[in-house]
Each structure stands twice: as C-alpha cells, then as structure tokens.
C-alpha cells in the first residue's frame, strides 16, 4: 500500500528556516516524479516544487525559486523541501504527491499525496 508521510513542519519566526521531509513507502520511487504543494487557510492548493526520477531535474514556482530547495535521497525514497527566509505568507500546510514518469505543475497530475505538514510562520 502506497503511503507519503510528510514531516518537519512547525511554528518558526519570520526570516527562519525549516526542512521538510516526506517519506514514500509501499513500492520503489525511483521512476517517479514527486513534488511539494502548498495550501494556505482559505486558498487553493499550489505547486511549490517537482524534481524527477532519479533526481535529474528540478523546477520550482518562480516566486519561490531562491528561498526554497528541493532534493532527494540516493534510495529514492525521501524527498526534502528546504525552505528558507520564511515569511508569514508561507503559512500553509505542505503536501508531498508523486507521479509516475511524468512530470507537472497541476494537482490532479499526482496520483499519490500524503496528509501534509503544517508550517506556520511569525511575524
């Protein structure tokens, strides 16, 4: 049974930096793309970042581009999300999902997603 297990979020002070985690359990991921989404109280649901199978690429939301990190483990199996200078805006909880082969920006491309974890951001 396939399970994404995100971790690492919490409550840091604006300008701090959190690195997020989300472990894939249940097969072999290497040939899958994964990717961070986020969604804020009262919005919808955004991509953040992917990086593909076998780590050979990644790509990420422009506006977050230099503050947030994305990488994975040699087993394939974790990715991180390294995300830094927070500000309050970046309050939400994270997700992790995971495709395979293909790559995308869009939700409904990720057939696999864990329950999230929660980062909130002081001011």
């Known amino acids: 049974q396939v399970q994404l297990v995100e971790s690492g979020g919490g409550l840091v002070q604006a300008g701090g930096s959190l690195r997020l985690s989300c472990k894939a359990s249940?097969?072999?991921?290497?040939?899958?793309?994964m990717a961070w989404f986020r969604q804020a109280p009262g919005k919808k649901r955004e991509f953040a970042a992917y990086?593909?199978?076998?780590?050979?690429?990644?790509y990420y939301t422009d506006s977050l581009k230099d503050r947030f990190t994305i990488s994975r483990d040699k087993a394939y199996n974790t990715v991180y999300l390294q995300v830094n200078s927070l500000k309050p805006e970046d309050t939400a909880i994270y997700y992790c999902?995971?495709?395979?082969?293909?790559?995308?920006?869009?939700?409904?491309?990720?057939?696999?997603w864990g329950q999230g974890t929660q980062v909130t951001v002081a001011s």
């Open positions: 990086i593909t199978l076998n780590g050979g690429s990644t």
């Open positions: 249940g097969r072999t991921f290497s040939l899958y793309t």
């Open positions: 999902a995971a495709r395979k082969l293909r790559y995308g920006t869009r939700q409904d491309e990720y057939e696999y």
